[in-house]
């Protein structure tokens, strides 16, 4: 059975760092292009980018180029994202999502996690 | 990037009627790489259709997906009370990828 596994809830403060991760496991990790879908309060969804888990190629939407960091750690299945100064507009649901085709990033997305939801408040 | 516009922006129905959902694209989206995903409260996403018309694994056939270009369709041919919830489309031929901004469908 494919999961994709994420790590709970945080509460950070403005400024602080943030690193959340996104275990899959039931496939092929290496092979499958991972990637992260935010949803902010009561809104709608945003590919935020997305990693080849065999070599770490990434890419990033442009709205989020250089604000945040993509990685995997392909020797645990498990794919990261994170920030280095939190701000309180990045309180979000963050999804982890499986690219649906082999090796192919521009793809549907048949497996989400179950979301990350992080606050960052003072 | 490909703005994607759905519509209406909310739908209500009743159990047992039949839900049309519409979601345009700015630009041509490419091969027919059209999604379309069904988010419950308090869950994630799942995916219903992909490539425009092919429902994923598990869906019923009560889901169907059509269209090309820049206009798309998803339709419910007979909603059922578990089909109640918010329905995004999603472009994934041109990056970035992007979603529309959602069509909840609420009962009556």
């Known amino acids: 059975e494919v999961q994709l596994v994420q790590s709970g809830a945080e509460v950070k403060k403005p400024g602080e760092s943030l690193k959340i991760s996104c275990k899959g496991s039931g496939y092929s990790f290496t092979n499958y292009w991972i990637g992260w879908v935010r949803q902010m309060p009561g809104k709608g969804l945003e590919w935020m980018g997305i990693?080849?888990?065999?070599?770490?190629?990434?890419r990033y939407n442009p709205s989020f180029q250089g604000q945040v960091t993509i990685s995997v750690d392909k020797s645990i299945s498990t794919a990261y994202l994170q920030w280095s100064g939190l701000k309180a507009s990045d309180t979000a649901m963050y999804y982890c999502?499986?690219?649906?085709?082999?090796?192919?990033?521009?793809?549907?997305?048949?497996?989400w996690g179950q979301g990350t939801l992080v606050t960052v408040s003072s | 990037e490909i703005v994607l516009t759905q519509s209406p922006g909310t739908l209500s129905l009743s159990p047992g009627e039949r839900a049309t959902l519409s979601c345009r694209a700015s630009q041509n989206v490419s091969s027919s790489y059209l999604a379309w995903y069904q988010q419950k409260p308090g869950q994630a996403p799942r995916l219903l259709i992909y490539?425009?018309?092919s429902r994923a694994t598990g869906i019923p056939d009560r889901f169907s997906g059509s269209g090309s270009g820049t206009d798309f369709t998803l339709t419910i041919s007979r909603l059922e009370p578990e089909d109640f919830a918010v329905y995004y489309c999603?472009?994934?031929?041109?990056?970035?990828?992007?979603f529309g901004q959602g069509t909840k469908v609420e009962i009556k």
């Open positions: 490539g425009a018309s």
């Open positions: 990693i080849y888990p065999g070599d770490s190629d990434t």
């Open positions: 999603q472009q994934y031929g041109r990056s970035p990828g992007t």
């Open positions: 999502v499986k690219c649906g085709w082999l090796l192919e990033w521009l793809s549907p997305y048949d497996y």
